[in-house]
């Protein structure tokens, strides 16, 4: 699978952003779909996680309750709203999937899209 994402950009604290990221072929239902994050000079952080059918999510402690992850099978897509943006959440955002939940993991991750930066301004 072939994933590209976008979305990101330049917003004040507080504000919102909608990552996507559109999955080529046609297996998307057939993946866990998951969002990283990688600032400068740090490792990459696992941030959400989204089952196949979209029953299950997961989220890092640093994002509950301010972003949500959703997929639209029907659209290959996985998107992660996010809400009440901090200083603190400024990275490059990826998008990655997997065949099953090790998603959250990111050494176990079958596919990475390019990545899309975000930036919160304080």
């Known amino acids: 699978v072939q994933l590209q994402a976008c979305g990101g950009g330049l917003v004040q604290a507080g504000g919102s952003l909608r990552l996507s990221c559109v999955a080529s072929?046609?297996?998307?239902?057939?993946?866990?779909m998951g969002w990283f994050r990688q600032a400068p000079g740090k490792e990459r952080e696992f941030v959400a996680a989204i089952s196949w059918s979209g029953g299950g999510k997961y989220y890092a402690d640093s994002v509950e309750g301010r972003f949500t992850i959703s997929r639209d099978n029907a659209k290959n897509t996985v998107y992660l709203q996010m809400n009440s943006l901090k200083p603190e959440d400024t990275a490059v955002y990826y998008c990655?999937?997997?065949?099953?939940?090790?998603?959250?993991?990111?050494?176990?991750?079958?596919?990475w899209g390019q990545g899309t930066q975000v930036t919160v301004s304080s």
């Open positions: 072929g046609r297996t998307f239902s057939s993946y866990c």
């Open positions: 990655a999937a997997d065949r099953d939940m090790t998603v959250v993991v990111a050494s176990a991750v079958d596919a």
